[in-house]
């Protein structure tokens, strides 16, 4: 099948790419703007919002997996118009645009879909759509819900690197490796499970694939069958760090941030995946997943993201 891919520029989407070539199948990047480095495969500027561009993706692809989305939990609050319009209006462009041509497809959803943040309300809105198109449409979507995804080539926010949002595993391996205090927000106790980026690719693939076939299902969900919270996931790090021969950092306690509940878990049945052919013990372990992740970032710093006081090894 010849795939578009919405967001294929970013983190998830550039292992999905990937994943579908291996695959046999031809990817097709469907982004705002070109990247410095120009991917492999087809690469086609557009704009979810525009609802005529995302016909036109539709028209040159057999399926489409949708990703394209504005990030953020508490980035967003202050201003939520940008989420709502690129997420909620993007979500019902790509269901228009594959209803038109009759495509299979996937809607990559939230793990923390019950909270109330703009990233959370805008793609679960969304999600509830693509119920009632695949009901009073017939369309063929499969809903894939992801918890933290996490592996190399994950942006870092500042003073690392360009991304807007922090995520907790660059944010984590880049303080480790330069010398600094791992800041975790509530102290890290809430459980938010995390799964590394490969198998949210897996999934995602399969979906499509399942999808193709005619195969829809309710919801599946990616994440690890065995929960742990944020502060294990630091302190992993951490760990990681030390024994490539970095100082061991401490942990300092932040305030909760703005629009997650830290007494809500976010998790994933895992089990939902044996619906599409993977099993749940074929996922990758997080300490195995860090540790790659780790050794990542050790070899792309000064390219991919930058230590403020160089690394810090040895300290």
């Known amino acids: 099948m010849k795939v578009g891919v919405t967001g294929g520029s970013g983190f998830i989407g550039t292992y999905v790419c990937e994943e579908l070539a291996q695959r046999g199948h031809e990817p097709v990047t469907f982004d705002r703007q070109r990247r410095a480095q120009a991917p492999p495969w087809e690469v086609m500027l557009g704009d979810v919002r525009d609802a005529t561009a995302m016909v036109e993706l ?9 990703l394209a989305a504005v990030l953020g939990t508490q980035e967003t609050i202050h201003n939520p118009r940008p989420a709502a319009e690129t997420n909620t209006f993007g979500g ?54 992801v918890v933290n995804a996490y592996g190399p080539r994950q942006l870092a926010a500042a003073p690392f690197g360009p991304s807007k949002v922090r995520k907790i595993t660059p944010a984590a391996v880049c303080r480790a490796l330069s010398g600094m205090p791992v800041e975790l927000y509530g102290g890290g106790y809430q459980v938010s499970d995390m799964v590394w980026v490969g198998d949210v690719a897996r999934s995602l693939v399969s979906a499509l694939e399942a999808a193709a076939a005619g195969r829809i299902v309710d919801v599946l969900e990616v994440g690890p069958t065995e929960s742990n919270n944020i502060r294990h996931a630091a302190e992993t790090v951490i760990d990681l ?19 997650e509940d830290p ?53």
Not at 58 to 66: K, L, M, Q, S
Not at 110 to 120: A, E, F, L, P, Q
Request: hydrophobic share 40%; glycine share 10%.
């Open 92 to 145: 019902l462009n790509f269901l228009e645009a594959i209803a038109q041509y009759n495509l299979p497809g996937v809607y990559i959803c939230v793990g923390n879909h019950t909270m109330n943040n703009c990233y959370s309300i805008t793609k679960t809105t969304v999600e509830r759509f693509v119920r009632m198109y695949n009901s009073e449409r017939g369309t063929r979507v499969n809903c894939v819900r």
């Open 241 to 259: 760090v030390a024994e490539r021969g970095f100082g061991r950092v401490p942990i300092v306690d932040l305030p909760m941030r703005p629009g």
């Open 263 to 315: 007494a809500t878990p976010v998790r994933a049945d895992a089990g939902t995946l044996r619906s599409i052919g993977i099993e749940p013990a074929s996922l990758r372990g997080l300490a195995d997943g860090l540790a790659e992740t780790v050794d990542w970032f050790i070899k792309a710093e000064g390219e991919h993201w930058t230590a403020p006081n160089g690394l810090r090894r040895g300290v």
């Open 58 to 66: 539709a028209a040159h692809c057999d399926a489409v997996i949708h």
